[in-house]
């Protein structure tokens, strides 16, 4: 497996302490989660989410951190979500990653159906397609 370069994101660079959050206890997931929740426009707190995730080789939690994130940045940041895929896209399965270059073309919201999401706060957790009135009228 490769070894995951710890990313210091160059939109992120300022004279104080790199750490947002200065918190270190195992439940520092939790933490940012609910930091998220509260700011879910912190672009800081997302990266290091992504961190620690990553760090701790979680795989479906940095999907689902990955996805917020994008949900978070709509159409904007660009190049920043191709240096987290680049980033990261290597730690996960080949689908995921899929799914996520192909919500580069469009914007990733919070009502998108995506399949296999576990841990992310700003999904609505959708699954399946939409009824379309066809759909209803087979229903008795």
Do not use: W
């Not at 979680?58 to 990955?66: S, T, V, Y």
């Not at 576990?118 to 999904?123: E, H, P, V």
């Amino acid at each position: 497996m490769k070894r995951l370069k710890h990313l210091v994101e160059p939109t992120f660079l300022r004279e104080s302490d790199y750490s947002y959050v200065n918190y270190n206890g195992s439940d520092l997931d939790s933490v940012l989660c609910f930091a998220i929740g509260r700011n879910n426009g912190d672009l800081i707190l997302h990266q290091q989410r992504m961190e620690v995730y990553a760090r701790d080789n979680d795989f479906e939690l940095l999907f689902g951190a990955i996805v917020d994130l994008f949900i978070a940045l709509g159409d904007k940041g660009l190049d920043y979500k191709k240096r987290i895929l680049d980033t990261y896209g290597q730690l996960l399965p080949s689908n995921k990653t899929m799914t996520l270059t192909r919500s580069m073309n469009s914007v990733l919201k919070d009502s998108t159906v995506i399949k296999d999401l576990k841990g992310s706060f700003l999904s609505l957790g959708l699954v399946g397609a939409l009824l379309s009135p066809a759909h209803l009228s087979g229903i008795e």
